[in-house]
């Protein structure tokens, strides 16, 4: 009774031993990796992520002063200008800035460049709240990465040509992912933490007075009328010499008979 039982003992062990083998050599071959999961949501309380924008037009009546006042609150608020447009018309001088700040600082900056603003053309102020898919992308990326490392281990144990060349395909996926992934975390982060204000402001040029635009019209058009009857003496001159010739051979004429 004694052997049997050790027999039976025996051959459950080698069973077991068997199958665990078999397990892990199908794990390896056909490249079956359980995908972890992750749970952020529910684990971790995390600070609201925010992305505040504004964009903002407004008439001033001295442009320069207005541009100085901005720039020194640029620098106060340790803000920086990502873009710096002007241009001139016949009736107004505009410049356009694209303002990068520390979302911290914002509220001040627009309080103090809008100082004494009566009335804007435009002013429009957003915050966007992308604290869900910034944990959505986190989790998303933990958990690419822990599947690749996962795979990096496969590759070591990878016996034959083939498995090597499935085990780095699969791997070169999950790399292009992960980094597709990281680039839109860094793009939100960097929104997260630099807000961005547009600026427009514009100083109308007055119009000239009446009288004085008619006497620019007048010496402008004396000058072309000037021109132009120079242009038509060059080229009558041949007439002009042969009418002075026989003007002067009739008076000859003339005194001699």
Avoid at 51 to 75: M, P, S, Y
Wanted: proline share 2%.
């Amino acid at each position: 009774m004694k052997h049997i039982t050790v027999f039976f003992g025996l051959l459950i062990s080698l069973t077991i031993l068997s199958c665990g083998q078999n397990s892990e050599h199908s794990e390896i071959s056909s490249l079956e990796i359980a995908v972890p999961t992750t749970e952020y949501k529910t684990a971790i309380s995390v600070e609201r992520k925010l992305i505040k924008e504004g964009n903002i037009e407004f008439q001033t009546h001295d442009l320069k002063a207005t541009r100085k006042t901005i720039f020194e609150a640029v620098g106060q608020n340790k803000a920086y200008i990502s873009s710096d447009l002007e241009y001139n018309t016949a009736v107004e001088k505009k410049n356009t800035l694209v303002i990068r700040v520390p979302a911290g600082n914002f509220d001040k900056l627009l309080k103090t460049v809008t100082t004494g603003i009566d009335k804007f053309d435009f002013k429009q102020i957003t915050s966007r709240d992308v604290s869900e898919e910034f944990l959505d992308i986190e989790a998303r990326l933990k958990t690419k990465k822990e599947l690749e490392t996962r795979y990096l281990g496969l590759l070591k144990q990878a016996k034959d040509v083939h498995e090597i060349l499935e085990i780095e395909k699969e791997i070169g996926a999950l790399r292009s992912d992960i980094e597709s992934i990281e680039g839109r975390l860094k793009y939100l982060q960097d929104k997260i933490s630099f807000s961005t204000l547009d600026m427009t402001f514009y100083e109308s040029i007055p119009s000239q007075s009446e009288f004085g635009h008619q006497f620019k019209n007048g010496f402008k058009n004396g000058w072309d009328n000037l021109i132009s009857f120079f242009v038509v003496l060059i080229n009558i001159w041949p007439f002009i010499l042969i009418g002075l010739g026989l003007i002067m051979g009739i008076r000859i004429y003339k005194r001699k008979k």
